[in-house]
């Protein structure tokens, strides 16, 4: 099999960019065959600045790559929901610049890894476009714990299969 390039886009939150950060580590561990790139943007919390320019400076493996991406600076103002959103909106051209980079490198030279697909997070999957427009497949990370998901996954149930009007949960005992 031919070497393969990921790309994974975590949400500019420090837990989202670790969990990233350790699937990508494990990623190139397990198949040498198999490199990564992080697309990083810049959050509004100093504490995952730090992180974010840790990485940067760090020793990370040969076949794993972070790309610190350049604030848009009219989203900063706006609340964390449509922050999130307009930040991927604003980055798309962007990420398409440097996944278009990578798939002509890997056509212009045969070592370079092919360009394989996304991993996006799990609050980020708005880009799936993106994939679709390079035609490759695309993975949702949930950086969560197990209890969070699980907690998401019964409240679905309790909407979508019994009907429960979780609006009326608030304020309850159980």
Not at 12 to 32: F, M, T, Y
Request: include cysteine; proline fraction near 7%; hydrophobic fraction near 40%.
């Amino acid at each position: 099999m031919k070497k393969a390039e990921l790309v994974l886009i975590p949400i500019p939150a420090r837990g989202h960019i670790v969990s990233a950060v350790e699937i990508a580590k494990l990623l190139v561990q397990r198949d040498d065959r198999l490199s990564t790139t992080i697309f990083i943007y810049p959050s509004r919390n100093p504490v995952a600045t730090k992180y974010n320019e840790s990485l940067a400076a760090s020793t990370l493996p040969d076949r794993l790559r972070v790309i610190i991406l350049p604030s848009a600076e009219s989203s900063d103002t706006k609340p964390p929901k449509q922050f999130i959103t307009s930040v991927y909106e604003g980055q798309k051209p962007l990420f398409r610049e440097y996944v278009s980079k990578i798939k002509t490198q890997s056509e212009l030279s045969p070592d370079s890894p092919q360009f394989a697909g996304f991993i996006f997070d799990a609050y980020a999957t708005g880009l799936k476009d993106l994939a679709n427009e390079f035609d490759v497949p695309w993975y949702a990370l949930c950086a969560s714990d197990a209890a969070y998901l699980g907690c998401v996954l019964h409240l679905k149930d309790l909407h979508d299969e019994q009907g429960v009007d979780l609006t009326e949960l608030g304020n309850s005992d159980a």
